[in-house]
C-alpha cells in the first residue's frame, strides 16, 4: 500500500488485491482523472501493463488476451468519451463470456452536471452488458475506505471470472484532487492490519468457483437416453477448452455418432483422435437427401451454437432431442428446441458419458463418407483456380498453422470460410474469435492482445474492412514481441454483402455504394504508416514462408464476384460429389 495520498493508498491497495486474486494483464490509456489506479497497476509488479491510446482499440486487446489466457483482463481509462469507446469490447466480453475488469475513472459527484468537462454520465454505462456495476464512490484512506477498495476488487474479480457466468464488470471511480502522487501528510488514517496491508499473498476475500460436477444422475440419464438412441450427433461451437477434445472423441466412438465440429471448437484441429470428426457440414447439408438420411434422434451439443445457416435449419427441422452442455450460465439455444440445458463440466459429462456406454458403436459410415467426398470435391476445384482464393486460403491455412498457435479470424467471409472450409489437421493450434456480437470492429487489437497475453505465435485473418476498422489497433505492435502475423483478404469492400438477396435487389451502383463499399486501402501503406513489414501473396505456396517471416501484413488479392461464383460452384461440386456417392 502507497501511503502518499489517500488516492495513492486507495488505488494501491485495490491493485494489491486484483494481483493477489491472480490478475496478471492490465491495458491503461493515457489521463489525467486515473492516474492513481494507472500508477497503482504500472507498480505493481505482479501485473503487466500495457498502454494503448485509443480505448477502443484497448478494450478489444483485453477482450483478445482474456480470451486466449482465460483470466480476467483489466481496462483503466479516464472520465468521459474514453468510457464510452469500451462500449463495443464490453457487448462482446458480454456475449462470449470474457472475463473483463472495466475500471473508469470519473469526475466527483460535485463536478458532474456542472460543465465542469470531460464528464458524462459513467453511471451503468453499459446497462445489462455487465456482470456486476460498482460506483466505488470517494472515501477516506481509513479502514472503512481501504478494506472498501480491498473487498470491491475481490468480488470484482470473483464476478468476472464466473460467479457464475465469465464477463464484463465496470468499477466506476471518482476521483479528486491531487490526482498525482503528491505526498499529503497525514492522509492515511487507517490502523486495522488488514485495511492496511491485506493478507499478505492471499487475498483479502477468496471466492471459490461454482461447482460444475456433473451429479451421478446427470451422468445415468443422458447416458441412458444415449444408448437408445443410435442415430444421433455431437455439435461442437466454439469454446476454448483444449481438454475436451479426448474425452468427447471418446464419447463419438461410444456412441457412433459424428462430431460436427466448427473450427472454434478446437475440436476439428489438434492432435486427439478425429476420426468422427466433420468438417464439410455446411455443404453437406445443403442436400435434401442427406439431410434427410442424417436426420438424427438425438444430438449433444457443447459449446456455442455454429454459425451454419444449414446446421442450424437441419438440426430445428429434425425434431431430434437436444442436449445441450452450458456450463456457464448461458443460453445458446437459438433453435428454442432444445429438451435440456446442462449447467455442469462438459469434459466430465463426456467422459462420464463414454465410459457409461461400454463398448464402441460402428461409425457413422455415412457421415464419413460423406463428409471425404465433399473434402476432395472442394480439394479438386480449388487446385484448378489460377488465382488465390478466399476458400483456398483456408486450405493453405490448416497446412500452416503449427502446434502452440493462435489463430484469430474475423467475422465475414473469413470465420465463415473457415468453418466451411478449414479440413481437419492435427496442428495444436487454438482458434479463436469474436464472433459474441459478430462485430468487425476491434479484431486486429483483440489477436495482438492475445498473441501478447499468451506469448504464443498468431495469425491473425482480416477482412479489407475489417483492417481499415481497427486500423489504429496496429501501433500496439510496438509492444509486443511476440510474432503477430496478419493476413489482410483484400477483395476491396465487403465480400460478404454478395451472399446476400441485397445483391440482386439493388441497382449494381447503389449495392456498392452502400454494401461492396470499395474503400481502396492499400494494405502496403497501411502497413509501412505503423513500420511494419508487408509481403504480398502471389501463391499460397508462399504462405509459409510469409508466416515464418514474423509480425507484419500479409496481403491475399482476391476479387468479390468471382469469391461468389466460386462458392456456389464448390457447393454444387460438392452435391454432385454426394449424387455419386
Ligand atoms: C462493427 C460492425 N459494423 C458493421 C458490420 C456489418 N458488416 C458485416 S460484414 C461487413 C463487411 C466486412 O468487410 P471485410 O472486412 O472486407 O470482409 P469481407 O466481407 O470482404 O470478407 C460489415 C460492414 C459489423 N458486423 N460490425
Ligand atoms: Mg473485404
Not at 207 to 214: A, F, G, I, K, S
Not at 218 to 237: K, Q, R, S, Y
Not at 539 to 562: C, H, Y
Request: hydrophobic content about 45%; some cysteine.
Amino acid at each position: 500500500m502507497d501511503p502518499t495520498n489517500a488516492n495513492t493508498a486507495l488505488a494501491s491497495a485495490f491493485v494489491e488485491e486484483l494481483a493477489r486474486c491472480g490478475l496478471r494483464q492490465a491495458v491503461v490509456s493515457p489521463g489525467s482523472r486515473s492516474t492513481p489506479l494507472a500508477l497503482a497497476l504500472w507498480r505493481q509488479a505482479a501485473i503487466d501493463v500495457t498502454v494503448i491510446v485509443d480505448e477502443r482499440s484497448a478494450a478489444f486487446f483485453a477482450v483478445g488476451a482474456a480470451q486466449a489466457s482465460g483470466a480476467p483482463v483489466a481496462v483503466l481509462c479516464t472520465s468521459g468519451t474514453a468510457a464510452a469507446n469500451y462500449h463495443p469490447a464490453v457487448c462482446e466480453a458480454d456475449h462470449s463470456a470474457v472475463p473483463l475488469l472495466v475500471l473508469t475513472a470519473d469526475r466527483p459527484p460535485e463536478l458532474r452536471g456542472v460543465g465542469a468537462g470531460q464528464a458524462i454520465d459513467q453511471l451503468k454505462l453499459y446497462g445489462e452488458s455487465v456482470r456486476w456495476f460498482c460506483e466505488v464512490g470517494s472515501h477516506d484512506a481509513d479502514d472503512d475506505g481501504l478494506l472498501h477498495l480491498r473487498s470491491t476488487a475481490c468480488r470484482a474479480f470473483a464476478a468476472s471470472r464466473g460467479d457464475t457466468r465469465p464477463g464484463p464488470v465496470h468499477l466506476n471511480f471518482p476521483l479528486r484532487e491531487p490526482l498525482a502522487p503528491l505526498p499529503v501528510e497525514g492522509a492515511v488514517t487507517a490502523t486495522d492490519p488488514l485495511a492496511l496491508e491485506g493478507r499478505g499473498e492471499r487475498p483479502l476475500t477468496a471466492v471459490t468457483p461454482v461447482d460444475l460436477e456433473p451429479t451421478r444422475f446427470l451422468l445415468d440419464e443422458v447416458a441412458g437416453h444415449i444408448a437408445e438412441a443410435p442415430v444421433g450427433a455431437i455439435v461442437a461451437g466454439r469454446q476454448l477448452d483444449p481438454e475436451l477434445r479426448e474425452p468427447l472423441a471418446h464419447l463419438a466412438a461410444a456412441a457412433g455418432y459424428p462430431i460436427l465440429a466448427e473450427p472454434s471448437s478446437q475440436l476439428r484441429c489438434g492432435p486427439h483422435d478425429r476420426s468422427h470428426v466433420i468438417s464439410a457440414y455446411d455443404l453437406l447439408l445443403r442436400d435434401e437427401a442427406f439431410r434427410e438420411a442424417t436426420a438424427p434422434e438425438l444430438v449433444l451439443r457443447f459449446g456455442e451454437m455454429p454459425t451454419s445457416k444449414p446446421l442450424r435449419s437441419w438440426l430445428a427441422a429434425s425434431g431430434a432431442d437436444q442436449i445441450v452442455v452450458d456450463p456457464h450460465g448461458g443460453w445458446h439455444e437459438p433453435s428454442r428446441r432444445a429438451a435440456a440445458l446442462l449447467r455442469a463440466d462438459p469434459t466430465e459429462l463426456a467422459a462420464g458419458w463414454a465410459a457409461r456406454l461400454g463398448e464402441d458403436r460402428p461409425a457413422p459410415a455415412m457421415w464419413l463418407q460423406a463428409d471425404l467426398a465433399a473434402r476432395e470435391a472442394i480439394g479438386a476445384e480449388l487446385a484448378g483456380a489460377d488465382e488465390i482464393t478466399e476458400p483456398g486460403l483456408q486450405l493453405a491455412l490448416a497446412k500452416a498453422y503449427a502446434d502452440g498457435e493462435l489463430a484469430y479470424t474475423a467475422s465475414s467471409m473469413p470465420i465463415r470460410d473457415q468453418e466451411a472450409f478449414l479440413p481437419p489437421n492435427e496442428a495444436d493450434v487454438t482458434l479463436l474469435c469474436n464472433r459474441g456480437t459478430n462485430g468487425i470492429d476491434g479484431l486486429l487489437s483483440s489477436g495482438i492482445g492475445a498473441a501478447h497475453a499468451t506469448g504464443r505465435p498468431t495469425t491473425i485473418v482480416t477482412g479489407d474492412l475489417g483492417l481499415l476498422h481497427d486500423l489504429g489497433g496496429l501501433a500496439s505492435l510496438r509492444d509486443v514481441s511476440t510474432p503477430v502475423r496478419i493476413v489482410v483478404i483484400d477483395n476491396d469492400g465487403g465480400g460478404i454483402f454478395h451472399f446476400l438477396p441485397q445483391e440482386q435487389a439493388l441497382e449494381g451502383s447503389e449495392f456498392e455504394a452502400l454494401l461492396g463499399t470499395p474503400r481502396g486501402v492499400d494494405v502496403a501503406k497501411a502497413a509501412a504508416l505503423f513500420d511494419l513489414p508487408h509481403r504480398r501473396l502471389d501463391s499460397l505456396d508462399d504462405l509459409p514462408a510469409a508466416l515464418a517471416a514474423g509480425t507484419g501484413l500479409i496481403e491475399v488479392k482476391t476479387d468479390r464476384e468471382a469469391n461468389l461464383a466460386l462458392h456456389r460452384q464448390l457447393s454444387k461440386r460438392v452435391q454432385a460429389a454426394l449424387a455419386d456417392l
